[in-house]
Nanobody
Framework: VQLQASGGGLVQAGGSLRLSCTAS????????MGWYRQAPGKQRELVAR???????TYLDSVKGRFTCSRDNTENTVYLQMNSLKPEDTAVYYC?????????WGKGTLVTVSS
């Protein structure tokens, strides 16, 4: 099983980006899927998480700006990021609990310029 993330890049403050993360391989079921981020010199933090039924949780600082969604038919989780701020700059990682294990994707860099 692999998770492939994409969609990072450089954007000006106030702009938007959409991250995608697709799980591939032999998969029976996917439970929670989510996004974490790690800024330079800081610990990795949970940004958003979505359950198999669609229930979402968000980091307080991104509420109202970020939306996490998933397409169960495509084994994909998305993170729509609007009104981006320089403090959102980080490497973003996706994760998913697939069958009996938690998997991580390689990070994708998001850079927000002021």
């Amino acid at each position: 099983v692999q998770l492939q993330a994409s969609g990072g890049g450089l954007v000006q403050a106030g702009g938007s980006l959409r991250l995608s993360c697709t799980a591939s391989g032999t998969i029976t079921s996917i439970r929670g899927m989510g996004w974490y981020r790690q800024a330079p010199g800081k610990q990795r933090e949970l940004v958003a998480r979505i359950g198999s039924g669609g229930t979402t949780t968000y980091l307080d600082s991104v509420k109202g700006r970020f939306t996490c969604s998933r397409d169960n038919t495509e084994n994909t989780v998305y993170l729509q990021m609007n009104s981006l701020k320089p403090e959102d700059t980080a490497v973003y990682y996706c994760d998913a609990f697939i069958d009996t294990m938690n998997y991580w994707g390689k990070g994708t860099l998001v850079t927000v310029s002021s």
